[in-house]
């Protein structure tokens, strides 16, 4: 059973090829991975039989690991040549879309729910036109999930250099977890606050190994968990890290001194930033579009379905399922070093920081379903992918029967990247089409809605551009039977969106809900002719 549990990766990939629909986490193609789960179930069965008959060669064979750093290095130029395009990946053209038209009409885009992501993606971008770059987000998002790449990639290298396990191949625990991908140049709001975690993980790693470390340890951690909520507020079911440092680190005669202190550190840090949004800040927050006000938590009568049970599986198994195997198989045939790994406090601070993203992935609904809601389902891959590493550097021995597992991962990892890095020619022509579109509506408009009321600027640019979007894109599409129509209708819409703002009708929830309803129904419309028609006029 033991040996067993190793070629469990592999063959799980085997079987996967033979399913009647494809699983959306394997993106590559059939008879590629076919390949790789006949080849590493050979190379996984020559490891198991060295080690089983000849020690000689395994210590000759650990000899020859080579360094973590050059298998750093290695991994980084896959992860520079290959950003991930796929647009079905993610939020794809919606947030390229947002962003650059949030940039171009207020300097950047802001949201409460990633506050610091978006700002610094739009003033990237900003700074990089400037300078000669493309105006497309994409080539901030690039640069800054690349640079990411680079920081985290040194983090797991500088945690395996304090173990003096430099050369232990411990550095393709991370490289052989699917959430790394987050690195390849990809356009979301997820990656930098990913940062944050692995630096929030390292320090409570390195400050609850000494008691007397207590101030330093919540304080710190408050800070870094505040600063992390500012980069996305998911981040806010660290909160559960911070109570249970709270209650087990802090002393008793310092409780309350401590709580005190961290609470005035952590509002410290978010209520400034909040405030001025909510407040102050011209354009206001567009308060319709917040996971904050509005959380999308996943319907009750489904938590317990099967359905939920699958969407949390797959996001677990391609984010980190080599990690996850490798604890299990600690857990299961390594009891003593378990026990004793599991007792440490560093251990445990990681173990909650789990259990608080598993909250996150339970209850949070991903509305754009899978593979485009990959990325936000599965944030508790790093802390999983860091307990696996923790153990392994920690560990006195190298599994050797493990490399094959890790490098097994780490190919499957560069190959979706390979795969994910090919453009859809229809969405790249749309995108340019929207970017054209941008520019030409901002151009025409900006005058108009810098003389808005605040509180109206977000939500009217937002509308406004809808539905000028969908008639000029429209107008550009091949030719068939609803086009005027609903060219037509994008036109009304537009008019009796701006009429609502003008003579505040629009005040009014119901009449804004009625409006709503009709345009939605022509929105559904104009994206279903998208998906079935091709732009044959893009000059229009």
Known sequence: MKKATLYIPYFFLLGAQFLPTKLWFFPGERTTYLFFSVFFIFIQSIFLFVVSKNTRLVEKLKSHIPPNWVLGILFFIFLVLYPVRNMDWGDGLLLLETNLLETKLFGFQFTLDEILET?????????????GFSDDPRVSYTFLSQLTGIGMIFGFLWTAKE????????????????????????????????????????????????????????????????????????????????????????????????????????????????????????????????????????????????????????????????????????????????????????????LVSILAFFLHGFFHNPQLGFPADWDLMGFYWLSITFLAHQFWIESKEISVEWIPPFLFGTVIVVFSAITLNQKNPNKEKLWETTKVTIQTYVNENKTYIDNLPKEDKKFFAKGDFLFYKGEVITNKLCDFPQKQEIIKKMKQHRIDWKKGFEDGSFKSKDSLGIFLKEATKTNVEYIKSLEANKICHPML
């Open 119 to 131: 700002i610094l993606h739009s003033e990237v971008s900003n700074l990089l036109f400037r300078i």
């Open 163 to 350: 173990k003096l396990k430099s050369n232990s191949f411990s550095i393709t625990i991370l490289l052989a977890s699917g959430g790394i991908l987050l690195t390849f140049g990809y356009a979301e709001n997820y990656t930098l606050v990913t940062g944050c975690h692995l630096l929030l993980y390292i320090f409570v790693s390195q400050y609850t190994k000494d008691p007397k470390d207590n101030d330093l340890l919540l304080y710190g951690s408050t800070a870094l968990v505040a600063i992390s909520m500012l980069f996305h507020l998911v981040s806010g079911y660290l909160v559960l890290l911070l109570v249970y440092l709270w209650y087990f680190h802090s002393p008793k005669e310092k409780k309350l001194k401590h709580l005190f202190i961290c609470s005035l550190i952590g509002f410290g840090i978010l209520l400034p930033w909040f405030s001025y949004f909510l407040f102050f800040h011209d354009p206001a927050i567009d308060r319709n579009s917040t996971h904050l006000i509005h959380p999308p938590f996943y319907p009750k009568n489904r938590l317990l379905s099967s359905n939920h049970l699958k969407e949390i599986l797959s996001v677990l198994y391609w984010n980190a399922s080599i990690a996850t195997l490798f604890l299990l198989y600690q857990f299961f045939f390594s009891k003593n070093e378990w026990k004793v790994f599991v007792k440490k406090p560093e251990t445990k601070v990681i």
